[in-house]
């Protein structure tokens, strides 16, 4: 492609979950539109963004301390643009530009619609700060469309904040009440994404499994699978994040008769132990968490399933904690996402205040990420000798190897040619690590 000299560079930067990293997609797509391509030199940059995360204490202070060192750089060159945009962005809001004087842009979990005019604002020396949420009516404006995106696999954000009010977390006041993409919309843009050679599409939320429900005019979770699953082109679909109250017995029968929707899913269960599960406000207990996985693994024989684990709760006793450790033996997880706790301004379980020390926390986490180490090595060793249909990615590991992931989600490595990029081959597993697999094409 060319580009003029006068270009604008944009330089962005994502933290935290897929959801920004969609978000980031569209910011990128949108402001092309106005003149800035996509750089990955910080140097080059005109325009710098952050598209931030603020659900655990460390991701906040990261960005924090990334202003701190961009704030030079403005020093040096006044005409560069500085933004900071995401849930960091919607919880701060005009502190951030106190914090922080030169910086331009300040803008919301709702707002990147007005994303485009806020920069051309900034270019003619204006600072803006829009953090307002929009209401259900007008959510049209809530997903600008990812543009000229030809991967093959692509995310496509279905609905976006949460009603769940988890005791901890801090998304529903960061990214607002849950609201829905229209199908018609939805489905659109898989068509397109489908016509320009995306082959997988991995459909994002907050909690998917309330998509459509507050609407009444829109499909179910599970209908609305069905209907992507229709749409020639698209030969797998995957999806993100399903809260285990709310996963319906239609979603849990797609799996057994869709044969797109790939066998594998994120059904995170922060805890083992009822206790921290009633004080977390989950909405489900172990035995009902543990009979949705039995149903799961009817459905989809050798689905794999990968959850996010909390430690540190407040109150979390040895006890307690140790039935989080036998639910994950119980479960088998493909992968755990491990965090410990930490206390969110504005949630419940901030007002708690039984916190234990950040080296416990610190200890548990360890010997909760050492088990889940040997579980995921152990079903890798499963894998040994079966034959995997992959989605050949890109490049592999080693010189010669090609990559991509099988059905499962695992990344397995394999030697062979570049051109093989973008179809499916099949592959036999000679090889089980920690973190992929090693095959030989067959
Ligand atoms: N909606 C998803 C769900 O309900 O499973 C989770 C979204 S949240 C952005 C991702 C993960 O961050 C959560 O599943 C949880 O494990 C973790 N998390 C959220 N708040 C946290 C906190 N205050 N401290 C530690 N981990 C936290
Ligand atoms: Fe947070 Fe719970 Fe909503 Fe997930 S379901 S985003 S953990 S409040």
């Not at 949420?133 to 609905?159: A, E, H, W, Y």
């Not at 993100?240 to 994120?266: F, M, V």
């Not at 249909?389 to 099988?406: D, N």
């Not at 397995?412 to 597993?429: A, P, T, W, Y």
Request: aromatic share 8%.
């Amino acid at each position: 492609m060319y580009f003029d000299m006068d270009d604008k560079q944009l330089y962005i930067e994502t933290y935290g979950c897929q959801m920004n990293v969609n978000d980031s997609e569209r910011i990128v797509s949108m402001l092309a539109d106005v003149g800035y391509q996509s750089t990955t030199t910080l140097k080059a940059a005109d325009l710098i963004l952050l598209n931030t995360c603020s659900v655990r204490g460390g991701a906040e202070e990261k960005v924090y301390r990334r202003l701190s060192n961009l704030g030079a750089l403005k020093k040096k060159n006044k005409r560069l643009i500085i933004g900071v945009g995401g849930c960091v962005a919607q919880q701060e809001g005009q502190e951030l530009l106190n914090k922080f004087p030169w910086l331009d842009l300040v803008f919301g979990t709702h707002n990147l619609h007005l994303l485009t005019k806020m920069v051309q604002g900034a270019e003619n020396g204006e600072q803006r700060c829009e953090t307002a949420f929009i209401d259900n009516g007008q959510r049209l404006d809530l997903f600008p469309p990812v543009k000229g995106n030809i991967r093959l696999s692509s995310f496509v954000t279905v609905m976006q904040g949460c009603d769940n009010y988890c005791s901890f977390c801090i998304v529903p006041y960061v990214r607002g009440r849950e609201i829905s993409r229209r199908s018609a919309e939805i489905l659109a843009e898989v068509r397109q994404l489908a016509d320009s050679g995306v082959k997988e599409v991995v459909l994002l939320g907050q909690n998917v499994n309330s998509y459509g429900l507050k609407t009444g005019s829109e499909p179910t979770f599970a209908e609305l699978i069905r209907l992507v699953a229709d749409i020639d082109g698209i030969r797998r679909i995957r999806f993100y994040t399903s809260h285990p109250k709310d996963i319906s017995r239609e979603l849990i029968a797609c799996y057994s008769d869709i044969p797109k929707l790939c066998g594998q899913i994120h059904l995170p269960a922060q805890s083992g132990s009822d206790a921290v599960l009633a004080r977390m406000n989950r909405g489900y207990d172990r035995t009902g968490y543990l009979g949705l996985i039995q149903e799961l693994k009817s459905a989809r024989p050798g689905i794999a399933i990968s959850s996010d684990m909390i430690v540190g709760f407040p109150g979390e006793t040895e006890d307690d904690f140790e039935q989080t450790l036998s639910l994950m033996e119980r479960v088998r997880y493909m992968d755990v996402f491990s965090f410990a706790y930490s206390p969110r301004p504005g949630t419940r379980a901030a007002e708690l205040g039984e916190e234990l020390g950040r080296e416990q926390k610190q200890i548990r986490l360890e010997r909760l990420q050492n088990l889940q180490r040997r579980i995921t090595l152990e079903l890798g060793q499963s894998y040994l000798g079966t034959v995997q249909s992959v989605m050949v990615e890109g490049e592999g590991k080693r010189p010669g190897q090609i990559s991509g992931k099988a059905d499962s989600g695992r990344f397995i490595n394999f030697l062979g040619d570049k051109n093989l990029i973008g179809s499916f081959v099949q592959v036999r597993v000679i090889a089980a690590y920690q973190n992929s697999l090693l095959g030989e094409m067959l």
